[in-house]
């Protein structure tokens, strides 16, 4: 198995280009069956091949090199999500005064539900035992690592 420190050795114009095409196709493609287009997958691209080749040459990624396309393609999966979500939470209707005033009502009752289920969610939440509570905060908020959580926990 060629590890990707091996295999990223090498001129980075040449591995930039097989890293282009091993994983452009299938996200252009990806990016189409989820309602994008071919300018939405040229953009989700770059910014995905700019993450994933910082975290390589930062050493955050080791492995060979299909574990790194399928870990570059994570990343365009998620960054095409993330689009999609941002622009329809940014959608709003600009044409008559009525439809905007029904636009803001349905946003109103939309924030009701996101203010009920934060609540619902933050009793729930405190139904948990400390220890539970301690590591979905170290996990959500903190960013912690499983493994760290899982070794400061043994602590306790």
Do not use: H
């Amino acid at each position: 198995m060629e590890t990707l420190t091996n295999w990223s050795s090498g001129n980075p114009e040449d591995l930039l280009k097989q890293m282009y095409a091993d994983n452009y196709p299938w996200l252009e493609n990806y990016v189409r069956q989820n309602s994008g287009n071919d300018s939405d997958a040229q953009d989700v691209f770059q910014e995905s091949i700019a993450a994933a080749w910082l975290n390589l040459r930062q050493g955050r990624f080791e492995g060979d090199k299909a574990q790194f396309n399928a870990y570059l393609r994570q990343i365009c999966r998620y960054k095409w999500i993330n689009q999609i979500r941002s622009a329809a939470r940014s959608k709003i209707i600009y044409s008559d005064t009525l439809l905007e005033q029904e636009a803001e009502s349905d946003g109103l009752e939309v924030l009701k539900d996101q203010l009920q289920q934060s609540s619902l969610l933050q009793e729930c939440f405190m139904q948990l035992g400390t220890k539970c509570r301690q590591v979905l905060r170290l996990f959500y908020y903190k960013k912690k690592p499983l493994g760290e959580i899982a070794g400061s926990m043994k602590k306790v």
